[in-house]
């Protein structure tokens, strides 16, 4: 028998107790032993419920008893998740987690202190939910250089991008559909400024990349400026735009990331993921392109993913199978010098604009669309962010918006 402890009966703690009663005598074949929940820990009391019995409220509880090999860590928080998590892989006991906020500040002393233990932390539920993407870049991958990672990693926002593109809504009500269904938290902030998407293609990238990228270097965008006039626009021009988080390599040494809502074209892969799915497309130097597209968020999809990494160390109870990367840090690219195209839209009419805009941008053609009266939109040709800040700072009357463009 394998004992178990969750920290946290919360949305995603309670869906482990429920995945692992729900299929548990497939999840103990696969793991070649019993999974036996023996303790759940958290601050409330849960009258009613069959966790009852097994709920404890002091984690020494859980932390002095030789007979938890693994514990699972779905309270999320930096503190005191980083404190018992540190703890728990120092008595032996190994970490599944779904707490990206974590991993991204702690993950490669976690994985040191676990790789010297010879157990194992691992953190399948941390990026993409329900996607397996953590296992296959640790262990299916490892033939290649990975040279870019770019994601759709956050449920919410592309849940609000789809909701603006199918019922051209604008952002506050989006959100506010959003938050009514479910799909936003009261307080959306970590969402819809891409500070969650940052945290997960900070993991993402240091693994691939196999330093540290920390998600403090990472520019990060959120969606909060897109306006229903983009997205008409963007339909018109057959594009949809996404929050995409996107790490590269772009030379022998030189690598950028960032988080930003982006016109991705029909041609993408990425085009086509709507609603809450996520999807992480990679290119490797040898494998060329892969897509990993599911559940992003959510109870179940998320559980789901967190039970695996159980399973998985369950079956490798005193070694250690998590690919580490090294705690020295990953220096990107300052945002200023990454070159890219942008679509802009511009207050007033063609014929009293173009000129201005063609003396900065080039032989750029204007768009106009019926539905968005009163402007016009173009796209740059490639650029540097600097030397495109500094050409629309000089075109009289300023831009209205503008949105990268993925390429
Ligand atoms: N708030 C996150 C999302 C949850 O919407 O993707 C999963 O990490």
């Known amino acids: 028998m394998v004992n178990i402890a969750v ?9 482990v107790v429920e995945v692992i ?7 103990n074949k696969k793991a070649g032993n019993e999974i036996n929940i023996k303790y759940v820990l958290d601050l409330r009391e849960f009258p009613g419920d069959p966790v009852e019995k097994i709920l404890v409220h002091d984690y020494n509880v859980i932390l002095n008893d030789p007979e938890v090999n693994i514990i699972v860590e779905t309270m999320g928080g930096l503190h005191p998740a ?5 703890a728990a892989l120092e008595a032996g006991k190994s970490v599944c987690t779904s707490n990206k906020e974590l991993v991204a500040a702690h993950g490669p002393e976690l994985l040191k202190i676990a790789k010297a233990g010879d157990i194992n932390y691992l953190f399948e539920a941390s990026c993409g939910g329900g996607i397996p993407i953590i296992r296959p870049l640790n262990s299916s991958l490892t033939a290649d250089e990975i040279d870019e990672i770019t994601g759709i990693l956050n449920g919410t926002t592309n849940y609000i ?3 603006m593109d199918r019922e051209g809504s604008d952002f506050a009500d989006a959100l506010a559909q959003a938050q009514a269904n479910g799909y936003a938290e009261r307080n959306p902030e970590a969402d819809i400024k891409g500070y969650d998407a940052c945290r997960k293609i900070a993991i993402l990238s240091s693994l691939a990349f196999g330093r540290t990228v920390n998600y403090q270097d990472i520019y990060t965008e959120g969606i909060t400026e897109i306006t229903a006039a983009d997205i008409k626009y963007a339909r018109e021009m057959g594009y949809a735009i996404k929050l995409l988080a996107s790490s590269r390599k772009v030379g022998e040494g030189k690598f950028y990331a960032m988080v930003s809502p982006m016109l991705v074209s029909s041609n993408s892969p990425l085009f086509s993921v709507n609603g809450v799915f996520n999807a992480i497309f990679i290119h490797g130097n040898v494998l060329g392109d892969a897509m990993f597209y599911g559940s992003g968020a959510g109870k179940l999809p998320t559980a789901s993913a967190v039970v695996a990494d159980v399973v998985d ?8 199978i998590m690919m580490s990367w090294s705690s020295k840090t990953l220096s990107l690219m300052k945002i200023d010098d990454v070159e890219g195209i942008y679509f802009v839209r511009v207050a007033g009419t063609p014929s009293e604009k173009m000129e201005a805009v063609r003396a900065l941008f080039g032989q750029v053609d204007p768009i106009t669309i019926p539905s968005v009266p009163g402007e016009f939109a173009f796209l740059t040709g490639c650029l540097s962010e600097t030397q495109f800040a500094e050409k629309a700072a000089q075109l009289p009357g300023g831009i209205l918006n503008r949105i990268r463009v993925h390429e």
């Open 7 to 15: 920290l946290g009966y919360g949305t995603v703690g309670s869906g």
């Open 82 to 86: 980083y404190e018992f998590t540190k």
């Open 21 to 27: 009663e729900t299929n548990w005598a497939s999840i």
């Open 313 to 320: 160390c369950a079956k490798h109870l005193h070694r250690n």
């Open 161 to 163: 991008l789809t909701k």
